[in-house]
């Protein structure tokens, strides 16, 4: 049920969720934030399909109500401050999610798909910035791993 996961730090994926800074003996420490696979929340992403502009998800897990989001990458990087594609999850698992990618996508293309949580329950998926690196549907975590991938399109 859990796949292999892709580790990327925060810093590599500019994305959104604030890391504090602990500073310790005058040297600044920040915790080590990974992405992938939780307990209780994830995405299967070794079978992804596509048709046409459309992914498909065998599975999509999610421990309370909220959206599968896919994050572009330009230049090379991740941008986490923007969405390509945003579908809505019910609480549990969720078989054959499809989620249609606006933008269009090439075979190879990099994407981040995660998980965000649809936070005052309302079914709209509320990508508004709350302070510099959060939105009000907040990414899902499980401890410090992030749940999400960095995947090529198939």
């Known amino acids: 049920?859990?796949?292999?996961?892709?580790?990327?730090?925060?810093?590599?994926?500019?994305?959104?969720?604030?890391?504090?800074?602990?500073?310790?003996?005058?040297?600044?420490?920040?915790?080590?934030?990974?992405?992938?696979?939780?307990?209780?929340?994830?995405?299967?992403?070794?079978?992804?399909?596509?048709?046409?502009?459309?992914?498909?998800?065998?599975?999509v897990n999610i421990n309370g109500n909220g959206w599968l989001v896919i994050h572009p990458f330009e230049n090379g990087a991740p941008n986490g401050d923007k969405y390509v594609a945003a579908t809505y999850l019910t609480d549990g698992i969720n078989k054959d999610v499809d989620i249609k990618v606006h933008k269009g996508l090439e075979t190879g293309e990099m994407f981040i798909v995660m998980l965000h949580r649809d936070g005052n329950e309302n079914k709209v998926l509320d990508f508004v910035f709350i302070d510099d690196t959060n939105v009000m549907d907040r990414a899902v975590f499980e401890g410090n791993r992030m749940i999400g991938h960095a995947i090529p399109a198939p």
């Open 1 to 59: 049920m859990f796949r292999t996961a892709h580790f990327l730090s925060i810093p590599v994926l500019a994305l959104t969720l604030t890391t504090q800074v602990q500073a310790k003996e005058g040297v600044d420490e920040r915790p080590r934030i990974t992405m992938g696979n939780g307990e209780k929340n994830w995405i299967v992403v070794d079978d992804v399909s596509r048709r046409e502009g459309t992914l498909t998800f065998s599975e």
